[in-house]
């Protein structure tokens, strides 16, 4: 089987809004889907229920038994989840974060790095592919803007990592737009604070998206 | 008559393919138009044509008449362009610019700063706006993608200036988003180092244009 097609084995570190649509959105696409958390008892005996189908974990058991691992902590979390999860040598690895401060007005690197390149640095081996970071998770799974849909953007710099993460956006419903080299994070990540800012700090709220057309 | 409509004086600083673009479609809209260069003379013997309608002179006579002054140079070349326009309070700033490295494939600031943010400080008392700078030149007055309009993305932290800028963002056939505060520049000059990356470092040419689409 091409390592782009069919189903797969993922490994969602985090159980946020984020990791928590993925991971149910996934599931229901027929994946066989693990939740990591630093400690999962806690995590259900506070109510964290990781939705039908999905398993809920330590962030080492998520990725270890998983081809492909998705990073949605928040950035502050990011750098110890990656040291959970052990060794991702050859694993694809989808970096869904974005390096927001805490007041959601800025992010605290970018323009001569990102968030992709630092994990990338912090899972040396690992495939790192940027998705899944640039709209809102409540619209995946629900990304159609009238007769339109919402384009979720990825950029990457293994070429097979990159076709099996645009069968996984396209699970969510979102048209997959590959923007180029895994550098170009640096521009995603600041076109989903954009997204954040239009959403949060001008209180317009979650329903809208980036399209790029072309001609 | 409000500030917003009708006809205005407008001085555009750099005749390249920015601002001679700009020059020539609000020309045609009605405005009264002037394009300054460092050395006039030497443009017009290099063969170089302002287009009908519109002057060309020096970057001071360009902004001295104007009520808006639009900055359409090179990064490297802004502060010295603010600074032969003389003094610009009051007068509604427009910044087209992106801090470009001249590989095209970074930006030299961003993240905690823009280059509007840093075209306020070279021109204190002018009402900075960013906008023309998130889309190719060559869609200007050529914006539409099937039933769909490109959009121009705009900040500013002066609403009535905003306001101008819209209308000349509408003159050129984009449909106007208003995405916030000046500091928002932070994430326009992104988005335009990836439309800049995908036409030109990834050979797709110009024919794209973001979209922000809303529920």
Chains 1, 2 share one sequence.
Not at 44 to 67: C, H, I
Not at 75 to 82: D, G, T, V
Not at 132 to 156: E, S
Not at 204 to 214: E, M, N
Request: aromatic share 4%.
């Amino acid at each position: 089987m091409a390592e782009g097609k069919g189903a797969k084995r993922i490994g969602v570190l985090g159980g946020g809004n984020v990791g928590g649509a993925l991971a149910r959105l996934w599931a229901g696409k027929g994946h066989t889907v693990s939740i990591g958390v630093p400690d999962p008892n806690r995590t259900q005996a506070k109510g964290g229920s990781p939705g039908a189908g999905v398993r809920l974990t330590t962030n080492r058991e998520a990725a270890a038994g998983a081809e492909i691992v998705a990073l949605a902590v928040p950035w502050p979390a990011a750098q110890e989840a990656i040291r959970a999860a052990g060794d991702l040598t050859g694993k694809v690895a989808i970096d869904c974060t974005n390096p927001l401060s805490s007041d959601l007005k800025s992010l605290t690197i970018g323009t001569t790095t990102s968030a992709a390149e630092q994990v990338a640095q912090w899972a040396p081996g690992a495939r790192v592919v940027k998705a899944f970071n640039n709209i809102g998770a409540v619209n995946f799974g629900n990304a159609q803007f009238g007769n339109l849909r919402a384009d979720g953007f990825y950029c990457g710099d293994d070429a097979a990592a990159k076709a099996v993460v645009r069968n996984l956006i396209e699970d969510v419903g979102l048209d997959p737009v590959d923007v180029g080299p895994l550098r170009n994070a640096r521009m995603l990540e600041p076109l989903a604070l954009l997204w954040i800012d239009l959403a949060v700090n001008q209180g317009q709220g979650p329903g809208h998206a980036f399209k790029l057309l072309r001609r």
